[in-house]
């Protein structure tokens, strides 16, 4: 695994933290401690920076034409379209 596809899939899973702690203003279906905590600060403090420069590196890359080949391109995808919600809460 290659340095490109581990900061990805890193952001993939804080994006998914902040999911589940956007759900967790609504309705709480874990309980109070540490693995709730965990999720919440990996969801609003390390998700949207880490999913910023992860977008920014692949366009970066992507601009010169050396884009690596062994990352899936649905996670390229589905990491920008989670940046796209996150930079609107961002700027509101």
Do not use: E
Not at 18 to 29: D, E, G, K, P, V
Not at 48 to 73: E, V, Y
């Amino acid at each position: 695994m290659n340095k490109f596809s581990f900061w990805h899939k890193l952001a993939f899973i804080a994006n998914c933290c902040w999911l589940i702690t956007w759900a967790i203003r609504y309705r709480s279906f874990l309980p109070d401690g540490n693995v709730q905590s965990t999720i919440v600060v990996t969801g609003l403090v390390l998700a949207s920076g880490l999913n910023l420069l992860a977008n920014l590196l692949t366009g970066f890359l992507f601009l010169r034409g050396k884009l690596p080949a062994g990352t899936p391109r649905w996670l390229l995808t589905v990491n920008f379209l989670f940046l796209l919600p996150q930079l609107y809460l961002f700027f509101r």
